[in-house]
């Protein structure tokens, strides 16, 4: 049974643009960023193993098109023990670990990475694979998909994003599954200028310059 179908959502009808031309350019643009980035993506590798002596790649869960789970690749950012430390995403000390810079649980390096988004660039493998969009919702841990109210599931009906409107009007402000609302604008406007636009703000947002939309 479909996502939408399971959560009695009012499915979501891809047009053209989303059906032919944006897995083309997910494809041909993850590859060619992922071409771009990999030297840059070398060297932060070396730095995590040598500062930090582990491996440099976090693999993790997270909830893709339609509900199913696939394997989101980051930058190490945190320590090993990480999960003995880290809060729940709906309890009291949500805030405190969400995306925020003075977080115990980050090394040194991962703050830098953490800041600059630098952590985040392996997601664009995932493109290459199929599993992301370069522009979509952000994917969420299957942890937190659980406690979803049913409406907030219509934003698993497209491929999570390595950015999305989310991420360049909302950054920092709030935890995402807060935030819903703002995936489900950017489901009934998708475009290819819609996508452009976002991509042209990402990287302002990553340094901290959120703007409307």
Not at 74 to 97: C, E, I, L, N, W
Not at 103 to 115: A, E, F, M, N, Q
Not at 155 to 168: A, D, S
């Amino acid at each position: 049974m479909k996502l939408w179908e399971r959560e009695k959502l009012t499915p979501h009808v891809p047009c053209r643009y989303e059906r032919f031309a944006k897995p083309v350019i997910d494809k041909v643009g993850g590859l060619l960023l992922t071409l771009v980035a990999a030297p840059s993506m070398a060297l932060i590798a070396i730095a995590i193993v040598v500062t930090d002596r582990h491996s440099p790649i976090y693999r993790q869960a997270r909830v893709g098109r339609d509900g199913k789970i696939f394997t989101m690749y980051k930058f190490h950012t945190m320590r090993p023990d990480r999960r003995v430390s880290q809060g729940s995403a709906f309890g009291p000390d949500r805030r405190r670990h969400h995306k925020t810079p003075n977080d115990p649980r980050l090394t040194r390096l991962g703050r830098i990475l953490r800041k600059w988004s630098l952590d985040e660039l392996p997601q664009l493998w995932n493109v290459v694979l199929g599993h992301m969009s370069l522009v979509g919702p952000r994917p969420e841990m299957p942890m937190i998909v659980e406690r979803y109210e049913p409406w907030q599931h219509q934003r698993h009906q497209v491929k999570p994003g390595v950015t999305g409107l989310w991420q360049v009007s909302q950054r920092g402000e709030g935890a995402m599954h807060e935030n819903t609302e703002v995936d489900l604008r950017y489901l009934e406007r998708i475009s290819l200028w819609t996508d452009l636009g976002i991509l042209m703000r990402t990287i302002p947002a990553a340094l901290g310059y959120r703007t409307g939309y």
